[in-house]
């Protein structure tokens, strides 16, 4: 089936659920995926139904993330449901601190790759960080993972001006050494640290870096439906920079959904003002056409959140 496209002619492709909102870190920046208190769970069949649904609606992808995805003790069988299915990519998003028990489980139950969070590699910026020590469990789950051909592993850094924005060339040489993808992202307000004296202490521009980057790659590419994101090929390794703020052309190239931790249809990462019931429907017993529709009212309540200005 084609993908659905949404009101700004935008098609949906990936689908990305956040699968709970617990989570055993607790890092100074965190936006939740998007935020929506709710300690209600769904289960592996719920998920598997709607990932059913989002199938059938042209979906290509699907993304676990949190909280953190791998918390939940249902998460291989999650995996194995979902893998029935026949998607083009399944992927988590993890802090990876369960990573190194778990990859070869995720490999087997059908996950097809990784991003493991990791913004630095010096252990008292990691407890900065995260207010946890786990910066070697982390590093173990990462070989882990490249080990069992889960591929490809991609590193997220979120770079943060005054804490790690010196240290993208160590993460580089790191992540060059296995293969990996780094993948530096632009820190975004979030609920949790939404106060402006956070985001004026913290944010750091990526500009500079883009700029840099630019004069020194062999190659660069842009990733079309992936918002419009760069990637930088150096000397053997892999730099994508994930620059949302102030720019149009990332939101105007977004083709994801989101689904919540209590199963609602949420159309952007940034806001909560927009979502649509789906998992209260279905636990009623809604039959397919119903829950279908519920999924496009949240597909036709898409805007960008970034617009053009108009003149
Ligand atoms: N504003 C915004 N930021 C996003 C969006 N999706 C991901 N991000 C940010 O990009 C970072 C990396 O996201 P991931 O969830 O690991 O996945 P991804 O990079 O989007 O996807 P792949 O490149 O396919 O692996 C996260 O820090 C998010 O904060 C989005 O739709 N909007
Ligand atoms: C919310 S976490 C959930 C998955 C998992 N717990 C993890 O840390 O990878 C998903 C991604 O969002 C990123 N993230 C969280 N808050 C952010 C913020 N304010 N700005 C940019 N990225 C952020 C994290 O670094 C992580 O890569
Ligand atoms: S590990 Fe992920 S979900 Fe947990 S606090 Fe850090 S960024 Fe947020
Ligand atoms: S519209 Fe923009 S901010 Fe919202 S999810 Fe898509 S890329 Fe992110």
Redesign the pocket.
Known sequence: MKAIKDPFNRPIISLRITITNRCDENCIYCHHDGMVNSKDEMTPEEIYKICEISKDLGIQRVRLSGGEPLIRKDIVEIIEKISKLNFRDISITTNGTMLEKYAEKLKDAGLDRVNVSLDTLNPETYKFITKRDYLDRVKRGIVKAVEVGLNPVKINMVLMKGINENEVKDMFYFTKEYGIVLQVIELMESENCDDSKFNAEYHYDLTSLEEELTKIADDIKTREFM?NRKKYFIDGGEIELVK?IENTN??KN?T?L?ITPDGKVKP????NDNLVELLSYMREGADDEILKKQYIKGINN?????HEKED
Do not use: A, G, I
């Open positions: 918002q949302p990332f939101c977004c994801r989101r952007c990462l940034l806001r898409r805007e960008p959140y970034t």
